[in-house]
């Protein structure tokens, strides 16, 4: 299913550039294997995929050491707003081996919300950075770009330790725009240049590249370099197998997003005024007001007035105008022009 998801991504990504923040979805959702489907089983599946919602909510991978955490995952079921028992495939390196049974748990997005924020603990939105992966690996003595039609297991890997996370990620189509610009030497040596060249067609958020080598018989490692804005960082991942390195790969990229998008100012319900210019007309004036409204710490918007251009919002915001403004950031419907004495966006095209 993560397979096809990315495949459906791909194709989302030449037919509607271009692309920026995506919207996350089932970020309330999990699931967690089970031998039978008595309630004596049932209560600690539950607790394990509460858990692993409570990774996605927060970007927080540690969450259960938080204060407060093991009250909250040791009453898992009054969260619960729905579930039911399915059969899935268990997988070694991609490859379907058995048949398994799993509880899908639908957490109540609300009543999670609301005891987050009693205990003072940060929320990260729906709307998160897109990533484009650029990822190339050796195999025997050639070494070529991961693609959906001759690597699949190294997507689906990638998307699994994605989806645990809460992010989705984006591959490239490598056709002959692509390939035109980048080849599989430039991501082997981490050439910044053709990397960030070939990345402009997709305008994501963030460009993720990274080289799966296999040292000995039992010893895989990753090299990672990610491009965010103007910044650049590095790592390295060790460890048995190539679904364990790039899991942690996966893990230490989410961090890093996670430390700078994750909004840690107020967790308080505020009412914010918010200029929007750039409005001068009826679809334009829907638009702002329809994005606004989409956006995950906002619980309302009332337009307070119209003029000419221009259209004053109030805003009720439970994350405050540091998490409106991260949020806008990411999604390129808005600009800021200024937040001293009043925030002001403008409407772009």
């Given at each position: 299913m993560k397979f096809k998801l990315s495949i459906i991504v791909c194709l989302f990504v030449l037919t509607s550039q271009p692309v920026y923040?995506?919207?996350?979805?089932?970020?309330?959702?999990?699931?967690?294997?089970?031998?039978?489907?008595?309630?004596a089983k049932r209560k600690p599946a539950i607790k394990r995929a509460l858990l692993q919602v409570l990774i996605k909510l927060t970007g927080n991978r540690n969450i259960a050491k938080s204060s407060g955490i093991s009250n909250l995952i040791e009453r898992p079921e009054q969260y619960v707003q729905q579930f039911r028992y399915q059969q899935a495939s268990s997988q070694d390196n991609g490859l379907e081996q058995s048949a398994i049974q799993e509880l899908w748990v639908q957490f109540d997005e609300?009543?999670?919300?609301?005891?987050?924020?009693?205990?003072?603990?940060?929320i990260w939105g729906k709307e998160r950075p897109s990533i484009l992966v650029w990822f190339a690996h050796e195999?025997?003595?050639?070494?070529?770009?991961?693609?959906?039609?001759?690597?699949?297991?190294?997507?689906?890997m990638l998307d699994n330790g994605a989806a645990a996370r809460g992010i989705s990620l984006l591959f490239p189509l490598l056709d002959l725009e692509d390939t035109s610009k980048i080849s599989v030497s430039d991501v082997w040596a981490d050439f910044k240049e053709p990397v960030l060249a070939a990345s402009t067609r997709y305008q994501s958020d963030v460009i993720l590249t990274g080289k799966l080598i296999q040292v000995l018989p039992t010893l895989w490692e990753t090299q990672w370099s990610v491009y965010i804005d103007a910044s650049e960082n590095r790592w390295t991942t060790q460890g048995e197998s190539p679904e364990i390195v790039l899991e942690e790969g996966i893990d230490v990229l989410v961090d890093r997003l996670a430390h700078q998008y994750v909004n840690t100012g107020s967790t308080r319900t505020e009412v914010i005024s918010l200029l929007v210019t750039d409005i001068n007309n009826v679809d334009k004036y829907?638009?702002?007001?329809?994005?606004?409204?989409?956006?995950?710490?906002?619980?309302?918007?009332?337009?307070?007035?119209?003029?000419?251009?221009?259209?004053?919002?109030e805003v009720i915001s439970d994350g405050g105008t540091s998490a409106i403004n991260q949020t806008i950031a990411l999604g390129k419907t808005l600009e800021?022009?200024?937040?001293?004495?009043?925030?002001?966006?403008r409407l772009i095209r």
């Open positions: 923040a995506i919207k996350v979805s089932g970020l309330y959702q999990a699931t967690a294997t089970v031998s039978d489907e008595s309630a609300s009543a999670l919300n609301d005891v987050l924020r009693s205990y003072s603990i940060s195999g025997g003595e050639t070494r070529s770009l991961v693609t959906f039609e001759e690597s699949p297991e190294y997507i689906t829907a638009r702002a007001l329809s994005y606004l409204e989409s956006l995950h710490f906002v619980r309302a918007v009332q337009v307070k007035h119209v003029s000419e251009n221009e259209v004053l919002f800021l022009v200024s937040n001293e004495e009043q925030l002001h966006y």
